[in-house]
């Protein structure tokens, strides 16, 4: 080595050594587990309830209906992941088994199932060609083992079904390959046999054997119920809650909307909802309008939570052009909205910095480990973005990195009057979260401020949108906009 080669070695030593990095801030509990770090930068997973219900026309079947109804001629659960992959969806879940009982896959443990249905000579698995589509393309697959069985006779009899329903659990988690997620629910008709589902039990065997699957439920652990089947999370939406205050099947829909600030468990929320007005297929059914998706996907993913949506493929085993062509509309009209975040104009400052690594610039930076942290022990915490020539806009978008727990409980944008040169709020919100997405009637300005206002811990921001929603604006009449317009004035 030469002399110059040495010290020019030296010199980087000495430089690295001489600036050490101000440490990360800690993190405030309660924290995500990476599961569930990795569901919610999924945002948005496909839902895709199929069995005899397809057939016969009905939502929730009795549990008689002969497995001859099920023979879908063309299924292609190809077909299905590519929409899924395609749409912008992270992940399929399939109704394994709905309440009628009837399961897509061989189980060993009833014959109520594919094996007694015509489809594919009663060879087939759904699960199985699911399973392998979806590996293909590279997304998550996750199953729905329904609860309550209207089918089989052990249902009623405590032991006897929960040993039953794990070991169709068991074939569920071991023959499949990766299981990203198990979802279930508290579902049951009015009168129907009581029993007891020993769910801690079914958790712990969930988690051992799939360890990188999140469990939902009503009261998670891992994800839970937003407490209604339109998509709507609460405008406060914590992923902070209490399991031991949530009971699956009976839950209280207000506190499963907003989450709990001052929650001890991490268990954040999954909104689902069809996009029709069944789960199932039916034929008299159509799609809901794109307008509608994006008002799901705002109340949403716009408020901390993960997008379910449920696609149901028909009775020919596909998923129906109507709903093709509306996701492939959603998609375009998200990525119209979101592909052009004006902030990246903005020259970024901030009222304090904890250190080098943490500069306001951050916030222009996709990711949740680069982030912008003010001083510590400050009263005051805002984001100031100057424009050389004003911007429209009328959508913000916040995130927080949520590796260091969820911070921010309530903050507002202001802006400076073009004309008057006097600052103006636009829109204030309460959590942020993973995201939050507000929507407010077009503004335009060339200096704005995000101001933090309360915190459970000096709030850190990952990342600032300011965005144009062109189709909003042009003359859909969206109510929402209004309410956010009332609650502006409100405050
Ligand atoms: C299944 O769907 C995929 C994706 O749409 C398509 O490429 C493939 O040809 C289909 N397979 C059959 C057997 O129709
Ligand atoms: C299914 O069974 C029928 C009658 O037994 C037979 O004609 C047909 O070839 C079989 N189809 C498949 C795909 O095995
Ligand atoms: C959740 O648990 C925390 C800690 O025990 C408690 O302070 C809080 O009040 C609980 N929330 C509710 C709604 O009971
Ligand atoms: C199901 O959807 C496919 C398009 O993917 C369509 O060709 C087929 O006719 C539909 N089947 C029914 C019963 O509507
Ligand atoms: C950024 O903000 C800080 C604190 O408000 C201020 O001292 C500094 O001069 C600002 N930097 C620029 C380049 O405006
Ligand atoms: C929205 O609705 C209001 C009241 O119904 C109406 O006055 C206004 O012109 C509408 N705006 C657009 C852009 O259609």
Not at 443 to 469: F, H, N, Q, T, W
Request: net charge negative; charged share 20%.
């Amino acid at each position: 080595m030469s002399l110059l080669t040495l010290l020019f070695f030296s010199s980087l030593l000495s430089l690295s050594k001489s600036t050490p990095l101000k440490p990360h801030p800690l993190p405030i509990t309660p924290l995500p587990s990476s599961q569930q770090l990795q569901w919610q930068l999924g945002s948005m997973s496909m839902f895709l309830h199929f069995g005899p219900n397809t057939f016969t026309d009905s939502e929730w079947g009795t549990g008689k209906a002969d497995p001859s109804v099920f023979n879908p001629a063309h299924l292609n659960a190809t077909q299905w992941v590519q929409i899924a992959k395609d749409s912008g969806f992270s992940r399929v879940i399939l109704t394994a088994k709905h309440h009628d009982g009837f399961c897509l896959w061989p189980s060993d443990y009833t014959d109520y199932s594919v094996k007694s249905s015509p489809w594919r000579n009663g060879t087939g698995d759904v699960v199985a060609e699911l399973a392998s589509a979806a590996a293909e393309a590279g997304i998550g697959l996750g199953l729905y083992l329904s609860p309550w069985d209207r089918h089989d006779g052990a249902y009623g009899k405590t032991v006897e079904y929960n040993e039953f329903y794990l070991s169709q659990m068991t074939e569920l988690l071991t023959k499949y390959g990766e299981i990203k997620e198990v979802w279930l629910d508290g579902a049951k008709g009015e009168g129907e046999k009581d029993m007891e589902y020993y769910f801690t039990t079914w958790f712990s065997l969930i988690h051992q054997l799939q360890p990188g699957a999140v469990i939902f439920s009503d009261a998670g652990p891992d994800v839970r119920w937003i407490g209604d089947e339109a998509g709507v999370a609460g405008s406060t939406c914590w992923s902070l809650f209490n399991r031991t205050n949530a009971k699956i099947g009976d839950t209280d829909p207000l506190y499963s909307q907003q989450g709990d600030g001052f929650g001890q468990d991490w268990v954040p929320a999954e909104c689902d909802v069809s996009i029709r007005p069944g789960w199932f297929w039916h034929a008299l059914e159509s799609p809901k309008p794109v307008a509608k998706l994006l008002d799901i996907y705002f109340n949403s993913v716009g408020r901390n939570c993960l997008f379910l949506l449920n696609v149901p493929p028909n009775s020919s085993g596909l998923i129906s052009e109507e709903d093709i062509k509306v996701l492939k509309e959603f998609r375009e009209l998200k990525q119209s909205i979101f592909a052009n975040n004006l902030a990246r104009k903005a020259f970024i400052n901030s009222s304090s910095v904890r250190g080098g690594q943490f500069g306001a610039e951050n916030v222009l930076e996709e990711g949740l480990d680069k982030y912008w942290a003010p001083e510590e022990k400050q009263k005051e915490w805002e984001l100031y973005l100057e424009f050389r020539d004003p911007v429209s806009f009328n959508v913000l978008e916040v995130r927080e990195p949520i590796q260091m727990g969820q911070r921010v409980a309530s903050f507002h944008l202001e802006m400076r009057n073009v004309k008057s040169g006097k600052w103006e709020r636009v829109v204030r919100g309460t959590t942020v979260g993973f995201k939050r997405l507000l929507r407010f009637p077009r503004c335009e300005s060339r200096s704005l401020k995000l101001v933090v206002e309360k915190v459970r811990a000096d709030p850190l921001i990952s990342y600032i949108g300011i965005y144009m929603d062109k189709f909003s604006d042009s003359g859909r009449n969206s109510s929402k906009i209004t309410i956010t317009r009332t609650l502006l004035n409100d405050s």
